[in-house]
């Protein structure tokens, strides 16, 4: 505010009073006026001073809020880190499970090969008595054409061609009694033989040769009805023989009380799978029993006569070679097993057993 100029006697000089108080009326209405201003700066600066708090109080949330989010982050973090541990833990766990399952894997292979060959022996150990009688033919021919060559060799009978075609005959059934020997060692062998490529026809030969006496003792008759074509596979021939064998052994034991015994053995060529069948004229398995005929110790037979391991060897020898076994058996029609095996071919991948 200015500094009021001192006031003059009005009777002194009447004009300058006049302005003078003009002039005091003009500087009190530019007070007026500066007043006024400064009463709305003022206003407006408690107004701006109003958004300032307003502003300021929302950073205030905003930090708090700030502050809350990185705590969260951090705990957020720390959890990461712990289920990061966690998952390191577990892919440790998981990697010695797959271990530990690959361990027992390789222990089932082991038990399942064990269980093939206990299985085979004790084919062995059943078809003795018929292997005996095979052996005996040719022990029996040998004796008589030796015998032969004695005698006339004897009587002085030094005839060198007749001489020598008994003993060729003699030598001819050695070479049969060898074969049979070692046919048997062959089959009894615990080494796992390598896969090659066989004749399905011949390994089916191979295992009839070993039963047909124990079918021709009980009046069964073999039926075949193989195709031309060619049935090779690639197979350890001893254990698809000893799939043969349990499934001829085990229609014989089926025949037993049947009046028509007929064993039909079919082979056809469907695309690249050999499919192989074994039917018979028995009464067929009941059919309780069959979802399960193929688990293991699954039997109907007494004890002793029969384990219930048959099948399930031969499942598992079937599924070895990459192929599927089923059975059918509507009452009172006999059981037909069926065999499809892949053709030729690469070794089939080992499956897992878990
Ligand atoms: N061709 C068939 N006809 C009727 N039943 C059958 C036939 N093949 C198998 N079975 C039934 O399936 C069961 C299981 O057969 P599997 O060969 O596994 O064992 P098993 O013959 O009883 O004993 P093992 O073969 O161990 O001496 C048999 O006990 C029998 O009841
Ligand atoms: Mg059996």
Redesign the pocket.
Known sequence: MGVRPEAQPADANGGSAAGESQDLRREVEQLRARVQQAEERRRALIHIMGDLNDSNRRLGDQRKAMLHILKDANVTNLKLADSRKAMIHIMGDLRETTQEIERREQELRDKQEQLVQA?KL?TLGELTTGVAHELNNPLNNIGLFVGNAIDRARAGEVDAGVLVADLEKAMAQVRKATEIISHLRAFGRAAPMAFRTADVHEIIERALSLVQEQLKQRGIEVVFDLCDEDVSVLSNPIQLEQVFI??L???R??LEGSDLREIRIASRLRDDTVVITFS?T?????PE?EPR??DPF????EVG????????I?YSIVKEHGGEIS?V?PSGE??T?TIELPRGGERPPVEPLL
Request: charged fraction near 10%; proline fraction near 6%.
């Open positions: 299985g004790a349990n499934l052994t085990n229609a034991d089926a018979d028995g009464p067929g398995i009941p029993l005929v193929f699954v039997t109907t037979k006569s029969g384990t219930g391991l048959g099948l399930s031969t059975v058996s006999g059981a097993f």
